[in-house]
């Protein structure tokens, strides 16, 4: 599986962007998706999961109420809106597709459940 993240960029605080992950293969709807972001220095963290549906979602508790995860199984494409943003969510963001299952979606929390990874997209929010 190849995984391509875009639609990064600059956005004033309060703005929005939407990003996009397309991925290859014929067996999209197999694998929960995720979205990481990581700054300079710091570990990748968590963002967002969707189940392979798109029916559940998990957030982090710093995004939770401004982001939106979903993913459209027929373009094999995930996507994260974020709104309200601040300047703290400056980071470059990941997608992640996993293949095994876990016992609970938000085990999905964990870079290690993932089983491949997309380029990251940068997100600069000027305050």
């Known amino acids: 599986v190849q995984l391509q993240a875009y639609g990064g960029g600059l956005v004033q605080a309060g703005g929005s962007l939407r990003l996009s992950c397309a991925a290859s293969?014929?067996?999209?709807?197999?694998?929960?998706m995720g979205w990481f972001r990581q700054t300079p220095g710091k570990e990748r963290e968590f963002v967002a999961a969707i189940s392979r549906s798109g029916g559940r979602t998990y957030y982090a508790d710093s995004v939770k109420g401004r982001f939106t995860g979903s993913r459209d199984n027929a373009r094999n494409t995930v996507y994260l809106q974020m709104n309200s943003l601040e300047s703290e969510d400056t980071a470059v963001y990941y997608c992640a597709a996993g293949v095994r299952p876990v016992y609970r979606l938000s085990d999905y929390s964990l870079t290690s459940a993932y089983d491949y990874w997309g380029q990251g997209t940068q997100v600069t929010v000027s305050s």
């Open positions: 293969g014929p067996t999209f709807s197999s694998y929960a």
